[in-house]
């Protein structure tokens, strides 16, 4: 998590870099009057630079792959993507029309960078922050530990977020009368169907005690 946390930190710092530089190079060409001009190779160049963005989108998007670190990166390869469209209509419309579309289209970019950037702050602040994972989640906690044979009521639930991980805690009553062994194998039960059911689950503590 501690790696993760700081690749997530890595990709936020670099996007809020890259915002700030365009602020500043907006500012620049507000103030100056100041207007890049516009190469035939520009479009070309957009174009290779948005497709190449697409693919690493394609890939991250069905890899598979989760977490922070990955999450982060994915904020900030839609965030290239949207650049590179906006970019390449801003080069288009630059060349063509007028040289007012390049600096409107470092708005939009610096728009969604901004955009980003404050996801990519939600989310490492919730990984390294415990969170709670919201009211919808601890009702089917409590509905799916209600649904299991034995259990005669259950209460003191509690549960954390950290990152993508929830960490649930419960207190299970059972008949005074039930045996050890089958008090342990409700508590498997308990924990088993929560973690297939609700697979966000990282971990969950048992507490089995007689219903008075």
Not at 33 to 41: E, Q
């Given at each position: 998590m501690r790696f993760e946390a700081l690749s997530a930190i890595i990709t936020f710092s670099y996007l809020l870099s890259m915002m700030i530089i365009l602020l500043?190079?907006?500012?620049?060409?507000?103030?100056?009057?100041?207007?890049?001009?516009?190469?035939?190779?520009a479009p070309a160049y957009a174009t290779i630079s948005l497709f190449s963005n697409v693919l690493a989108l394609l890939f991250y998007?069905?890899?598979?792959?989760?977490?922070?670190?990955v999450k982060t990166e994915e904020l900030h390869i839609i965030s290239?993507?949207?650049?590179?469209?906006?970019?390449l209509f801003g080069v288009l419309l630059a060349s063509l029309f007028s040289p007012i579309?390049?600096?409107?289209?470092?708005?939009?970019?610096?728009?969604?960078?901004?955009?980003?950037?404050?996801?990519s702050f939600i989310e490492i602040k919730n990984s390294v922050t415990d969170v709670s994972p919201g009211p919808s989640y601890m009702?089917?906690?409590?509905?799916?530990v209600r649904s299991i044979e034995g259990v005669k009521e259950v209460h003191k639930i509690r549960a954390r977020r950290v990152g993508s991980d929830i960490f649930l805690d419960l207190h299970v009553l059972v008949d005074p009368s039930m045996s050890v062994k089958s008090a342990h194998d409700?508590?498997?039960e308990v924990l088993e169907r929560i973690?297939?059911?609700?697979?966000?689950?990282?971990?969950v503590v048992v507490h089995v005690e007689p219903h008075t």
């Open positions: 500043h190079a907006l500012f620049e060409r507000l103030t100056t009057g100041y207007v890049t001009s516009i190469g035939v190779r998007r069905r890899s598979g792959f989760s977490g922070l670190a290239d993507v949207v650049e590179g469209i906006s970019v579309w390049d600096i409107i289209a470092l708005c939009v970019v610096i728009s969604f960078m901004g955009l980003s950037s404050v996801k009702e089917k906690a409590d509905k799916i409700l508590a498997d973690k297939r059911e609700l697979p966000d689950t990282k971990d």
